[in-house]
């Protein structure tokens, strides 16, 4: 007796968890220290010492009734300011509290924006390869997905079928920069274009469309990779954020939604996008992790454990014959299975115990995803049962 | 344009929200010792020191990677095992961590409930007067609220209603008990002819009636009164739970529900809540507070604190000559308007910075609601201020 919209999530759940539920098991059965499982981001790196000594402070030095207490729907007013400051600082642009909301992380933080935004039947464009829950979200207003092809050369924006799939019904538009799970960066060209696409198309139909960034891996960029701040190319533009990459707190679920002034009606979109965070029964984000990010701002990822991570698996793989896309950002390879069928070529790692996921858990198959957030022990330990996997391809 | 379902919300905005930002503006207009807010649920009591002590004990033993990171979308199973546990043995029942999904708060929890189980246009009953949000989350998911009428002697179910208006189309009934904002408890007998009739229509229309049992105030009742835990009188129950008031957490958004194996189809109803717990975009609940949580299960709530309040409260204004519901139970205050329209006797309150919610914010206009969690002081300096608002009404 279960509603019909969600008979078919139990049918198909998603594959990434599974992975993790199957990764425990491994590590239960084998040790976990002999299993290679890059199926899942969940950051190994640890919070920064800054944010635990920010806890306890908060629980020394603040009202208890403040700290675990209501506040105002969209988060801390000081909260919001401390971030908002921090932007204006980075990006020049000129938020203010009110132009932010904080969230139960990025997932809460796109529902809240589709949920503000789309009527059944409306479309939600996404670009392929991308992260298999926006069908969820968007399917949860009733909207219609609309995904553009991947181009398979780069993985960059396919700009020229997004142009085709564009149409009188898009209300929005996500973007995942930097990306996973290909670990592409788009570049300030690419939002340049893609914002003139934008502005020509909400133009021709007369009405607004908008643009979601969901950007979790913003600070995790290499090579001098530098990921654009897009409300500064496309005025209807809100910003999704989480700390679970940049801070490693994908279990607090914090985050935020920017929704700047030049966004159309931004007064109303404001006040509805509030009301969506309540009305979804997450009330508001929750409060000391709010209050202890806030001290956190300033924090800096430890990108050189990535990077190392990232230029050791890339060169090791390739190496051994498999064919990647070179990552520029976030914390993810992506391999181009070595047959057909990237559910085979995922089958026959895990003789290896190793776990990674097929491309058509992100609409995109014949490639896998490696999620390289482990110990930098763990690939180099990974990296010669590649060896005997690559071997079943020789 | 911003979505057709959301506009309605910005006209008619939250009232109990309003007021929240109200009593922020008077705090700051005239002190916050001078304005007597009595409008939200926002425990004045600080969360236990347990609490605190828990939460930096996990800081310091348990690996951050682990206390910050990703766990199953259900919650920790540790956490889910420690609360079955606990369930179990108050009890009587026989839980597993199965049986559990960690929330973020019981706002989450309903939504988890409601959209795992509601096709469009199936009904969902709730009985009047009751807490407002309950409508926006039926609508979420297109379900169609139906209100039963209050009985207005008693404030107790009205069952002969409650029996009218169940239909084909009825798909879960919603209670809250104790209950806001009333403070009336049902008790075991009321929670049997409940059932009976729920069994009685099962049976008749020939498909499963869910109850969902909204319990965040289950700690807090007094007087003796007892709190019957549902389960154990209607199988195709739903026990949701906060710990936002019994250890004074409400913005750390921390709740539960149970879906017990007597459910139907519990295996798939308990993986179908799991996924809505995902998609929803919470993901799964925070979790440094799940671990922490889980270490306070016996923490026991102050009720001599709301006791006292509550006894001060009701002794105080019935001897001003306001009709009021004695309270069993949660920490609210139900008082009867000394003029029709309850918005006008919340007005003038307003001159002696009283705040209290109209009862039109829980259907059920010509009452007030009061929340007593506020210090002992506020009460007693209140009431010469009660006084004067009495003499207007003499």
């Not at 932007?87 to 503000?116: D, H, P, Q, W």
């Not at 700047?260 to 965070?277: G, L, M, R």
């Not at 390739?318 to 181009?336: I, Q, S």
């Not at 057909?340 to 490639?367: H, T, W």
Request: with cysteine; aromatic share 10%; net charge negative.
């Amino acid at each position: 007796m279960i509603a019909e919209k969600m008979k078919p999530y139990l049918k198909n759940n998603s594959a990434i968890r599974m992975m993790f539920e199957e990764g425990k098991r491994l590590a239960a059965q084998y040790g976990p220290e002999n299993v290679y499982d890059f199926s899942l981001g969940n950051p190994n790196v640890p919070a920064p010492a800054k944010l635990k000594d920010a806890i306890v402070d908060i629980l020394n030095e603040v009202d208890p009734v403040v700290v675990h207490g209501y506040m105002s729907n969209a988060g801390f007013p000081e909260v919001r300011k401390a971030i908002a400051d921090n932007l204006n600082a980075r990006y020049g642009t000129a938020f203010t509290e009110n132009n932010l909301i904080m969230t139960v992380g990025a997932g809460s933080a796109l529902n809240v924006c589709l949920k503000t935004l789309v009527n059944p039947g409306e479309e939600v464009i996404v670009f392929a390869p991308y992260f298999l829950e926006y069908g969820a979200y968007v399917r949860n207003y009733d909207g219609v997905l609309v995904e553009v092809a991947p181009d398979t050369e780069t993985f960059q924006l396919n700009l020229a079928d997004f142009k085709e799939k564009l149409s009188e019904k898009t209300k929005a538009v996500i973007i995942n920069n930097p990306h996973n799970p290909t670990g592409v960066v788009y570049n300030e060209e690419t939002i340049r274009a893609l914002a003139e696409i934008l502005k020509e198309k909400q133009e021709a139909y007369g009405h607004a469309i908008y643009l979601l960034s969901d950007e979790p891996y913003r600070e995790l960029a290499f090579d001098g990779a530098t990921v654009p701040f897009v409300t500064k190319y496309y005025d209807n533009t809100m910003v999704v954020y989480s700390y679970s990459k940049s801070l490693s707190l994908p279990g607090e679920r914090i985050g935020y939604v920017v929704i700047p002034d030049e966004v159309e009606d931004s007064a109303d979109t404001i006040a509805a996008a509030t009301i969506a965070n309540r009305i979804s029964g997450c009330v508001n984000a929750p409060s000391l992790i709010q209050l202890a990010v806030a001290r956190c701002v300033d924090a800096e990822v430890d990108l050189g454990y990535y990077d190392r991570n990232r230029r050791t698996l890339y060169e090791g793989l390739t190496k051994l014959g498999f064919t990647c896309v070179k990552p520029e950002g976030a914390f993810y390879l992506w391999l181009k299975s070595p047959e057909e069928d990237e559910r085979q070529f995922v089958e026959k790692a895990k003789k290896y115990n190793i776990l990674m996921v097929p491309g058509r858990s992100f609409a995109c198959p014949g490639y896998v995803r490696l999620a390289y957030c482990v110990s930098y022990e763990k690939i180099v330990k990974a990296l010669p049962e590649f060896a005997k996997l690559a071997k079943e391809y020789a």
